[in-house]
């Protein structure tokens, strides 16, 4: 393993704080899997077994999440570095949630999950890093169960976007008929229309049939007025 890849393994959020003497052990002991892929290839399909990690250490990939109902689906777009959803590797359900696509030329590599529980978990740091991520994705579950819902339109529709996707930052697509937003966020298919039209006006988003672009969520949240909690 050359240096530069060394340096950028160590960035991972996994493996932050481990010692270079630490990971060269663990390079010793664990396979790593080394992929570069192109736009358009599917890394993994929701439903599959998550028997592994898929770290993106370079490039772009798109993933997305489709509701049960099948109504409506969440893209999200995220630059490496970034960890394929490291939540699904153990639990009751330990099948992806989410189609994970790349968006961009990529370079990854992938832990099969014997090595995560027979090497990797013998090092703290690493333990602690992966309790402080599925621990932070379930705090953010948490506060999103628990926030109010609005009474006005538009604090709704911000609402739904906002419990729906895993990053606040960057671009995002949602793939949904006017209709059945209108029947999601309890009210008419013409206020909904009106108010996504205001947004585009405003720059904000862009429309075409049955999808909105998201062009800066942050932009796009940091119009809510409604706090995320209930006062005690």
Not at 31 to 53: A, D, N, S, Y
Not at 72 to 80: C, D, L, N, P, V
Not at 158 to 165: A, M, Q, S
Not at 199 to 208: F, P, V
Request: include cysteine.
């Amino acid at each position: 393993m050359n240096t530069s890849m060394f340096d950028t393994l160590l960035q991972l959020p996994l493996f932050q704080g481990l010692s270079k003497e630490d990971f060269t052990n663990i390079v010793g002991k664990v396979k790593f899997h080394f992929t570069q892929q192109r736009p358009g290839e599917v890394i993994v399909r929701e439903g599959t077994p998550c028997e592994q990690l898929y770290f993106i250490l370079k490039g772009e990939i798109s993933t997305t999440t489709t509701s049960a109902d099948g109504l409506y689906s969440f893209t999200e777009f995220f630059k490496a570095p970034y960890l394929i959803e490291p939540q699904s590797l153990f639990g009751i359900k330990t099948n992806y949630v989410s189609r994970h696509v790349v968006h961009t030329n990529i370079n990854m590599i992938s832990i099969n999950k014997s090595f995560i529980t027979n090497e990797l978990f013998k090092y703290e740091i690493f333990r602690l890093n992966y309790l402080n991520m599925i621990s932070s994705y379930g705090q953010n579950l948490n506060e999103n169960q628990w926030s109010i819902v609005p009474d006005c339109l538009e604090e709704r529709i911000y609402h739904f976007i906002r419990t729906h996707i895993r990053r606040k930052q960057g671009e995002k697509l949602l793939k949904v008929k006017m209709e059945d937003l209108a029947l999601i966020v309890n009210d008419t298919r013409t206020n909904v229309s009106r108010f996504l039209n205001d947004l585009q006006n405003n720059g904000l988003i862009e429309l075409h049939r049955g999808e909105i672009l998201i062009f800066n969520i942050d932009e796009l949240l940091a119009l809510s007025r409604i706090p995320k909690y209930t006062k005690s």
